[in-house]
């Protein structure tokens, strides 16, 4: 079935640092990739979304790149905040029925410190 | 954009009662909604697509009897959690996407609590 393996935090970072947060993914098919952002005590925000091959989804400064060769769909921006401090969920969609299913990650948290 | 929305935000029951968690479309119609749990610190696991007008399908490890699924319109769903007890404590949220679209919709999200 399907999966999606992330890298496990929590992930330290100081303010302006660079930020990687790895993704690869386990799917049959053309599955649509997705990063979401859970900020303390929230729901679920997508932050970005790519639908095919060597798409790039980008959104506040965040990145990833959809690539089908190595199966990975990794989450990178250049100079991080101490407002990104959240966990980040790698996720692919699968189509069943009349909607999209959601296999998720299992989540990387992210601290930023000044 | 669409919106879906989700009641309660949070709910606090005794143990042994039942809860029901709606989750609705605002502005489009589903056919299919997904409901999720998040426990503390960890991922979102699916429990079961809810298929409008007949029966949910439940993932691996749900207990069906337990999670009653309801979705009796195209835009209502309903989570019921039937004798509930403190395992049962938990984060869940529903999910939603317009037919033909592949951006997925979250609602707000309930936070249970059974004590």
């Known amino acids: 079935g399907d999966s999606v393996t992330q890298m496990e935090g929590p992930v330290t970072l100081s303010e302006e640092a660079f930020l990687t947060i790895n993704c690869t993914y386990t799917a049959t098919g053309y599955p649509s990739l997705f990063w979401y952002v859970q900020y303390p005590g929230e729901g679920l925000q997508l932050l970005l979304k790519?639908?095919?091959?060597?798409d790039k989804g980008s959104n506040k400064g965040f990145e990833a790149t959809y690539r089908k060769e190595t199966t990975s769909f990794h989450l990178e921006k250049g100079s991080v905040q101490v407002s990104d401090s959240a966990v980040y969920f790698c996720a692919l969609s699968s189509t069943t029925g009349g909607g999209n299913k959601l296999t998720f990650g299992t989540g990387t948290q992210l601290k930023v410190e000044l | 954009g669409a919106v879906v929305s989700q009641h309660p935000s949070r709910v606090i029951c005794k143990s042994g009662t039942s809860v029901k968690i709606e989750c609705r479309s605002l502005d489009f119609q589903a056919t299919t909604m997904f409901w999720y749990r998040q426990f503390p610190k960890q991922s979102l696991m699916l429990m079961a697509t809810s298929n409008e007008g007949s029966k949910a399908t439940y993932e691996q490890g749900v207990e069906k009897d337990k999670f009653l699924i309801n979705h009796a319109s195209l835009t209502l769903s309903t989570l019921t959690v039937t004798s509930a007890h403190p395992e049962d404590s938990s984060f869940y949220i529903c999910?939603?996407?317009?037919?033909?679209?592949?951006?997925?919709?979250f609602g707000e999200g309930s936070w249970l609590t059974v004590v």
């Open positions: 999910s939603a996407n317009p037919t033909g679209e592949d951006t997925i919709y």
């Open positions: 790519a639908t095919k091959a060597d």
